[in-house]
Every structure is written in structure tokens, then in C-alpha cells.
């Protein structure tokens, strides 16, 4: 799966805004992935009340942030690899997250070429918490 390789303009500006009070979906391949890693499900993940995976904060920020930096970087969830690329439960669609401070710096051409595999991984995350209950 392709990734938006937003890892150098986010550590140039030193921004980790998307991994703090995080609410980043995970699905149930992103858990194996990061249980693969080492990482006890229990210790990074919970269900919300939704029955949706999430990643846990912990003081406030995710718990695989360190020093402003993410320890699983070559592991992260795919929902942060799509970040600040979200999808829009209003609109219905991809859109870019108005929280991040850097989203002037990606066009609607990449937004677009990433639609596709974003819808895809919205449909798994739809059918898990459906089998989930
Ligand atoms: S897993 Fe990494 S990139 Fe994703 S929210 Fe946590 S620290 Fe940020």
C-alpha cells in the first residue's frame, strides 16, 4: 500500500499534532501488524463505544509517540499513513483534516490518487466493526 510520505515536512516543522488525543482508527490487520512488532494489544489498542479499534493515548498523546516522534514509524496504522487524508463521514468522501497545520502544502491532485485505497480501507474498517458486535 502506498503511503503519504509526509514523514520529512512533518519532522521539518516538528509537528506531531495528528498523534496527539488521537482518535486513529486501526483495523484488525493493523493490529496483527503492530502485535508482530512486539507490542501487547492490550497495551496500545481499545475498543470505543462504537466498537471501533482505536490507538490509546496515553498523558494525552499516542502511545507509540516519543519525543515528538513516532516509534513505529515503518509500522504505523494505515489510517496514519493516510493522514491528514480522512475520511469526510458528512461529505462522504476523502478529505484533508482541517486540524493539520500543513494541509496547504498537498494538492487535490494527491488527495485524489489517494481516494481509492482510502474508500477500500473505510470499507474493511465498516466490516469489521459489523462482525465485531
Ligand atoms: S502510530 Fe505513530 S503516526 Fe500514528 S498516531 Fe501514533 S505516533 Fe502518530
Not at 57 to 69: I, Y
Not at 114 to 128: G, N, S, W
Request: aromatic fraction near 10%.
Amino acid at each position: 500500500m502506498k503511503s503519504l510520505s509526509l514523514g520529512g515536512i512533518c519532522s521539518d516543522f516538528s509537528c506531531a499534532s495528528c498523534c496527539k488525543d488521537t482518535q486513529m482508527i486501526l483495523s484488525l490487520k493493523d493490529i496483527e501488524h503492530i502485535k508482530n512488532v512486539g507490542f501487547k494489544e492490550e497495551e496500545f489498542c481499545f475498543k470505543d463505544e462504537d466498537g471501533y479499534h482505536k490507538l490509546k493515548n496515553v498523558d494525552d498523546v499516542c502511545f507509540f509517540l516519543k519525543n515528538n516522534k513516532c516509534t513505529i514509524y515503518d509500522h504505523r496504522p494505515r489510517g496514519c499513513k493516510f493522514y491528514p487524508i480522512v475520511f469526510d463521514i458528512d461529505r462522504n468522501k476523502p478529505a484533508l483534516d482541517e486540524d493539520c497545520p500543513l494541509i496547504d502544502k498537498i494538492s487535490d491532485k494527491i488527495v485524489k490518487s489517494f481516494e481509492k485505497d482510502l474508500l477500500k480501507f473505510v470499507r474493511v474498517i465498516k466490516k469489521e466493526k459489523t462482525s465485531n458486535i
